[in-house]
């Protein structure tokens, strides 16, 4: 048997197949809107383990898997074995020998990684403390479909340098565009990652200049999942890298600007930004339906 394909960051696809995949998951979107949708999934099972929340990713990938005539298992960490402590590398084993493909939704990378090199099928990952791939393949749909190709373009990321900046700068080494990370000493991205972006990312502390010219602004909450003690901190470090009007002005004048969700109004974003009738936010949390849909057939067909 083939060794499985894996989804675990951006790295895992060359550029070609990030965009064959976003132009499939565009076409996806005609065709489940037109009614239309071939069962290119018939009969597959997809297990998705979750020890984090999520509203997003769970609908997505289990809405996405009925409509291509698939199916989906929800197995929440707490109710599993390997929440008491069942090894990863026997789980995987037992788990992937009874479906065809696997998504989880953790804290540590390395588990993920664990996961995948002891499964026998496709895994792919649904957010890390590291890493939030899927995240990023809607986001691209997204800017895609309004704007055209990300490539040559400006991104600046506001606030926390966390697992969705992570996703984000690995799209820019791979699509070829410039990505400024606007964040605070002490919230800096991991330095290795940096390093290996070379020119396509650096830091720059003023959240002004890094919008400047840009041609999409993307932000993520202060506290990720598993930092909600550190919230308060946060906010008032933070608090200088909102995404609001004046840093819109400040962009590019065809600026588009992202948050991929849950957001805190008033904190990482204003409400009137939030709630405009121009924001592609929406779209962009729709996008995650198709793009994932797109992401398994690619791994299921490998
Ligand atoms: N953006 C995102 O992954 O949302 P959920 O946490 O709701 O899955
Ligand atoms: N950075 C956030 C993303 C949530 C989708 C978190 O990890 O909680």
Redesign the pocket.
């Known amino acids: 048997m083939n060794a499985p394909r894996h989804f675990l960051t951006l790295m895992d696809l060359a550029p070609n197949e990030i965009r064959a995949l976003i132009a499939r998951a565009i076409e996806l979107k005609a065709q489940h809107r037109a009614g239309t949708a071939s069962r290119s999934l018939e009969g597959k099972v997809l297990a998705m383990i979750f020890t ?9 990938f289990e809405a996405g898997m009925a409509q291509l005539g698939g199916s989906a298992l929800f197995l929440s960490g707490q109710d599993t074995q390997l929440g008491r402590g069942e090894p990863i590398e026997d789980s995987a084993r037992v788990i992937s020998s009874m479906v065809d493909i696997v998504m989880i ?1 953790t804290f540590s990378h390395a588990d993920v990684v664990d996961f995948a090199s002891h499964s026998s099928v496709p895994v792919i990952n ?2 890390t403390d590291t890493y ?1 791939p ?2 990023i393949l809607a986001d691209l749909q997204t800017y895609f479909e309004v704007r055209g190709d990300i490539s040559g373009r400006k991104v600046c990321w506001l606030g926390d340098g966390n697992n ?1 900046c992570h996703s984000w700068m690995n799209a820019a080494r791979q699509l070829d565009f410039e990505l400024i990370v606007a964040c605070p000493e002490g919230y800096d991205p991991d330095p290795a990652l940096l390093a290996a972006c070379g020119q396509h990312a650096r830091i720059e502390r003023d959240p002004a200049t890094a919008a400047e010219g840009a041609h999409l602004l993307v932000t993520d909450v202060w506290a990720s ?1 598993g930092q909600e003690s550190e919230q308060a901190v946060r906010e008032a470090v933070l608090a200088p890298y909102q995404l609001n009007q004046a840093l819109l002005e400040s962009a590019h004048s065809d600026a588009l600007y992202m948050h ?3 957001a805190h109004r008033g904190e990482e974003i204003t409400a009137e930004l939030m709630d405009a009738s121009d924001s592609v936010i929406w779209q962009e ?1 729709e996008n ?1 339906l198709h793009a994932q849909k797109a992401l398994m057939e690619l791994l299921l067909k490998a």
């Open positions: 984090k929340a999520s509203t997003r990713t769970r609908v997505s939704r649904g957010l939030h899927c995240q969705v999942m991929c969700l849950p949390a995650r």
